[in-house]
């Protein structure tokens, strides 16, 4: 019977939780001196947003970051795991606007409250490395970086077609359009044309793509979703001549197309509303031909169009014509509403029999389908095709390359083209340009201005930061309130140092987080960051965060990392070594949202449980890369568990344990069973932590405890076996539940912090158990078992089977045909 403890205190984390925390902070336990790079391990979770309070979802995210620095604490690394604040943005104006406080008021209340919040999770972060993207001397920073890429050509202004969010008043770059909505608030985007600033992403495309494969622990599905993203596309560019007309080009018209194999089947070429020829075609055909464009520009300019919404196909003839190099055939120039002028060159050659969105316009218009491609063992008749033949197959009525697969054709077409001077092989992507311009107030202000006299001037890094005046009126018009502070926007040209305006929009709030884990590393005041210490620590050694930042953050951050690597500021092509993204916790089967109500607040839950009840419930939920469904009811099973946990510590205080290792030669049979079963746990669990197999590793802790109640101890060597026992399960435990396991280790006569002390080891020769117990099975039907010794051989097994009153039971007067053996597992006997 176990021991009865007569002063056995109760387990009440309110009081533990709030010690440990006072203690964590006073001694600095998660401070850093990052000069120091010996043994460092950079941990960093992605930097919320303060929007709010957390709910248990979101805490998700700031467990695993927390469980993971404290067990490489215990490892022995220098850990760096700082927080901040991704505090500019929508949201925080439109709270202003809807409850008449200031955006930074509001912005300082959240941040406050989820301070609180981690706090209280027991969640460990160098607090003095604090950033918040908002403040001055942040933003400083943001507008240099902006001003490096407009001095290399990488940041410019031009007039484009963008997403406007009618709700938010402002406009979207393409990654925060969902579905056709504003990722914000879910309104329906439209198309707007107005001036805008881009960053030249573009340029980067194809080391983003490719350098994705020095990133072999991301997910893959991360790196699928980038490189659907980026959109590369191998193809070649066509060059059709124009007749009786010219524009920039001269008198061709470049065409870029994946399917150089159809070109034979052009009947017509499309250009896009935006392309330059336009404007020539406009000055050179006749008032007729002149309205009937003008009046489809107008349709096409003034159709409230959302944005993703597949649109119906339209267009009007030029008037113009141009010459299909490969067979001088004349075929029609077309304008249409379906060809983009980012994409390529902005002009096609439309095949309709082979792409379906052709054949659709072809159709419309009556135009021409001529079947070029046919399909292996069959005849297509394009006066019957219904759709277009959009597969591989032979080439038909395509001269000299007639008979040849597709695919073979593409290729000697290709290289016919370059010899002909025709045409050459091209790369295009889907990637765009990086819209940045924002028509709100609580972003970073683009630091340009505009003078009547010099054009577009930037601000000289010396009058950095370009401040936020703090007394604007915050009216949802449409345009940056911004604009209506004269005090902000005149200003002083300082090239001429004439009259001159600033730029009234901001920054997207994506660009201030391209960049800040370098700023956590090094928070200078004259420079964004020191390059010698952040190229000794970077890149991030662990990344965590959700998977809905694939595409936006992620891909700008590596974006950011590479342009600074070109100016000389830091060494490495990517900012994240491993990234681990977190599943969601869902509740009656859906996200977490206020306007669901099916927010659960983990406020109410740690004042009931404790904060390592929570802690361990939401790691033990399910694989943490994994969705899980929130159960109210199940958060109990850990309470009792911590509690037993609890129980058996204060049991075991009260022994007198005489100092030394465990003896194994002095122990019970039990005794030996746990001494053994300890070390495996410390494998295993070891192996779970570094494979974020959390809810495995707390299983198996559970199991543990479990061996641990099951031994009532023999002698004073069971006795040493079970303090040991419970001192390893504490410290395997601790990235858990750190409150609970502090205060034991303490109240077991062990000096704190438990981070002081190294993660356990284990010792091969103790992993194999003495015994294991063989399943014994006559035709396949359990009959009974045994134990046998670890890896005893067939022989053994077979004779040991056999001798069983049970197995000779069912085999009298049976011939046995076969015995099969699984080594350390079972014997099945068959019979006839």
């Not at 391990?41 to 995210?61: D, E, K, Q």
């Not at 340009?448 to 930037?458: A, D, L, Q, R, T």
């Not at 004073?716 to 390893?728: G, S, V, W």
Request: aromatic share 12%; hydrophobic share 35%; charged share 30%.
């Amino acid at each position: 019977m176990p021991q009865k403890v007569k002063n056995m205190e109760k387990y009440i984390p309110e009081k533990i939780e709030k010690k440990w925390q006072r203690f964590w902070e006073e001694k600095g336990y998660f401070e850093v001196d990052t000069r120091d790079t010996s043994r460092k391990f950079y941990a960093l979770v992605m930097f919320p947003y303060p929007s709010g309070t957390l709910h248990v979802g979101h805490c998700r995210n700031y467990i695993i970051g927390d469980a993971l620095v404290r067990y490489k604490k215990m490892q022995g690394f220098r850990v760096l795991s700082p927080m901040g604040w991704d505090a500019f943005g929508l949201p925080a104006e439109n709270a202003a606007i809807k409850e008449g406080i200031h955006p930074w008021e509001w912005t300082r209340k959240n941040i406050q409250v989820l301070k609180r919040q981690l706090h209280s999770l027991g969640a460990g972060y160098d607090w003095k490395r604090e950033i918040t993207s908002c403040l001055p001397e942040y933003y400083r920073w943001t507008q240099w970086i902006f001003l490096k890429l407009f001095e290399k050509g990488l940041a410019y202004r031009k007039e484009a077609p963008v997403n406007w969010c009618p709700s938010c008043k402002t406009v979207l770059a393409n990654e925060q359009v969902v579905d056709g909505k504003c990722e914000r608030c879910g309104a329906e985007v439209i198309i707007k044309e107005m001036e805008q600033w881009f960053l030249k992403i573009t340029q980067y495309a194809e080391e983003l793509l490719k350098d994705l494969d020095l990133l072999p622990n991301w997910p893959e599905k991360v790196k699928v979703m980038q490189r659907n993203w980026i959109g590369k596309s191998e193809g070649v560019e066509i060059y059709f001549r124009l007749k009786d007309i010219q524009w920039e080009k001269g008198k061709i018209l470049p065409v870029f197309t994946t399917r150089v194999d159809t070109i034979f089947g052009a009947t017509y070429v499309v250009i896009a509303p935006r392309h330059p020829l336009l404007k020539e075609i406009l000055k050179a055909v006749d008032e007729k031909k002149k309205k009937e464009i003008e009046e489809f520009l107008n349709r096409w300019r003034s159709t409230v169009k959302k944005a993703g919404e597949e649109v119906e196909k339209e267009g009007v003839f030029t008037g113009v014509y141009a010459i299909n190099p490969v067979n001088d055939e004349e075929i029609p120039v077309w304008v249409g509403n379906y060809v983009l002028y980012e994409y390529g060159t902005g002009a096609i050659m439309a095949v309709p029999a082979h792409d379906q969105r052709d054949f659709e316009f072809a159709k419309r218009y009556s135009l021409p389908i001529r079947v070029v491609i046919q399909p292996e063992g069959e005849t297509l008749d394009p006066s019957t095709m219904e759709c277009a033949y959009e597969e591989p197959g032979i080439m038909v009525n395509s001269g000299k390359f007639s008979g040849l697969k597709s695919e073979e054709g593409k290729k000697k077409i290709a290289l016919w083209m370059e010899e002909k001077g025709i045409g050459k092989r091209s790369v295009c992507y889907a990637l765009r340009d990086w819209l940045v311009s924002r028509q709100r107030y609580w972003g970073a202000p683009i630091p340009i201005i505009y003078c009547e006299k010099c054009g577009i001037v930037p601000v000289p890094e010396k009058d950095l930061p370009v401040l936020l005046p703090q007394n604007v009126e915050f009216l949802p018009t449409g345009e940056s309130p911004l604009k209506f502070v004269p005090e902000f926007l005149n200003t002083t040209c300082p090239k001429c140092g004439g009259k001159a305006k600033r730029e009234t929009d901001t920054l997207d709030t994506f660009v201030d987080s391209s960049w800040y884990y370098l700023r956590y590393v090094s928070l200078e005041k004259d420079k964004p960051f020191e390059p010698e210490v952040v190229n000794k620590w970077l890149p991030v050694d662990q990344y965590i965060g959700g998977v809905e930042h694939a595409i936006l953050h992620l891909l700008y951050s590596r974006f950011i990392t590479k342009f600074l690597r070109d100016i000389g500021w830091v060494n490495f092509p990517e900012p994240f070594q491993n990234l681990f993204t977190q599943g969601m916790v869902v509740k009656d089967g859906a996200k977490m949202s206020k306007s669901k109500g099916n927010v659960v607040s983990p406020d109410e839950l740690i004042e009931k449980y404790g904060a390592d009840t929570l802690r361990t419930y939401i790691l033990f939920m399910g694989p943490p890369e994994k969705d899980v469904e929130w159960d109210d009811r199940a958060i109990e099973g850990e309470w009792r568990f911590l509690n037993r946990y609890w129980r058996k510590a204060e049991e075991i205080r009260e022994w007198e344990i005489k100092e030394g290792e465990v003896k194994i030669e002095n122990l019970s049979e039990g005794g030996r069973k746990l001494f053994r079963r300890v070390h495996r746990a410390i494998k295993e669990v070891t192996q779970d932590m570094e494979d974020f197999r959390f809810n495995t590793a707390i299983a198996k802790l559970m199991e543990l405890l479990n061996d641990i109640y099951a031994l009532t101890p023999k002698n004073e060597e069971d006795r040493k076996a079970l303090k040991f026992a419970i001192l390893n399960l504490t410290l395997l435990l601790h990235p858990f539940a750190p409150h609970v396991t502090e205060e034991v280790w303490e109240r077991l006569g062990n000096k704190p912090s438990i981070m002081d002390q190294l993660w356990p080891r284990y010792e091969e020769k103790y992993l194999a158990e003495e015994e294991i117990t063989v399943v014994v099975q006559v035709n396949g039907k359990l009959r009974g078992k045994f134990t046998a010794p670890p890896d005893a051989d067939q022989d053994f097994l077979k004779e040991k089977a056999l001798s069983l009153p049970v197995v000779q039971k069912y085999t009298e007067g049976k011939e046995i045909k076969r015995i099969i053996v699984v080594r350390n597992r079972l014997v099945n006997v068959v019979t006839e």
